[in-house]
């Protein structure tokens, strides 16, 4: 199995910064693409930003500019750099991968249990 452990929220002031990281853990072969996403209340769960193993990044229009994707192989861990929040940013923002894991080497998508985000003065 594999576990998503998501860390770095709280309430944050409009205009400020915050990092959210994301480790998985357990027996893994191989992490192949990881990524952000996000649900705020009432609404769906929306991409934020992907990033592949190899690759381009690929960002949600509402973040261009402001959200960065990146991540550390070698931890099997992901980040999400935030930068001018607004408060529409709000939300429970939750970490996916599609991993192999040992010993089915299945490919196999994993969620996190997500993260609250809050924009407010």
């Known amino acids: 199995q594999v576990q998503l452990v998501e860390s770095g929220g709280g309430l944050v002031q409009p205009g400020g910064p915050r990092r959210l990281s994301c480790a998985a853990s357990g027996r893994i072969f191989r992490i192949n693409g990881m990524g952000w996403y996000r649900q705020a209340p009432g609404k769906q769960r929306e991409l934020v930003a992907t990033?592949?193993?190899?690759?381009?990044?690929n960002d949600a229009d509402s973040v261009k500019g402001r959200f960065t994707i990146s991540r550390a192989n070698a931890k099997n861990t992901v980040y999400l750099q935030m930068n001018s929040l607004k408060p529409a940013d709000t939300a429970v923002y939750y970490c996916?991968?599609?991993?192999?894991?040992?010993?089915?080497?299945?490919?196999?998508?994993?969620w996190g249990q997500g993260t609250q985000v809050t924009v407010s003065s």
């Open positions: 996916n991968t599609d991993a192999l894991p040992l010993p089915s080497l299945r490919l196999t998508n994993y």
């Open positions: 990033i592949p193993s190899g690759g381009s990044t």
